[in-house]
Structure formats: C-alpha cells, structure tokens
Nanobody, 124 residues
C-alpha cells in the first residue's frame, strides 16, 4: 500500500512559479515510477510529467515541456514538480500518482495509487 500526499499548490500570477511536492509512505518508493497529472474544471485528467524510480528518466507532456521539471528525492520519499512561467491554462488540481511499469506512464488508468490533489490557480 502506498499513500501519497501533495502540497505546494496555491494562487500565483501568470509568469510566476510554484513547486509542488508529493510525499509517499511505504518502503517501496524507489521501485515505483511517479507521475503528475492535472484536471481542470470540466476537463479530463491529463498527463503532465513522469519520473522513473531511480530518477534517471523523465517524460513530459508537450504543453509543459521547458517550463515544468519533475524530480525526486528517494531519501525523503518525495517527488517534486517545479513549475515556472505559469499560464492561466495551467490552472487545475494537480495529482501525483504511482505506477510500477514505465510502459503506459501517460495513461491515468495504469496508475495504482493517487494523492488527493492540490489546487493550482494562475491568474492573468
């Protein structure tokens, strides 16, 4: 069993930055790849970024490439999402999730565990 708790969301002006954190419980953190998803009102949940268990591989949605950076600290069981140059279109609830297999990392249905989400609001 893995429990995930996100934090770091908030209200920021366009062009600003935020860093989201996701702390995982359990002793299997390094064996799990981690993903970030977001869901805006009235829209489907969409993939944002993912990082492999070792931290050696990352993958990003085109919409955030160059602006968002995913990282992890396995000594702290924590994964981060650094977001810069935020745009109003980035407004959403952001979720972290855990998955065993790298194959399918962009598909929310493949993830086994989810956090409760943290709200990010970008004002224009």
């Amino acid at each position: 069993q893995v429990q995930l708790v996100e934090s770091g969301g908030g209200l920021v002006q366009a062009g600003g930055s935020l860093r989201l954190s996701c702390v995982a419980s359990g002793r299997t953190f390094t064996s799990r790849h981690m993903g970030w998803f977001r869901q805006a009102p009235g829209k489907e949940r969409e993939f944002v970024a993912a990082i492999s268990g070792s931290g050696g591989y990352t993958y990003y949605a085109d919409s955030v490439k160059g602006r968002f950076t995913v990282s992890r600290d396995n000594t702290k069981n924590t994964v981060y999402l650094q977001m810069i140059s935020l745009e109003p279109e980035d407004t959403a609830v952001y979720y972290c999730a855990a998955i065993r297999l790298w194959d399918g990392i962009t598909w929310s249905s493949r993830y086994n565990y989810w956090g409760q989400g943290t709200q990010v609001t970008v004002s224009s």
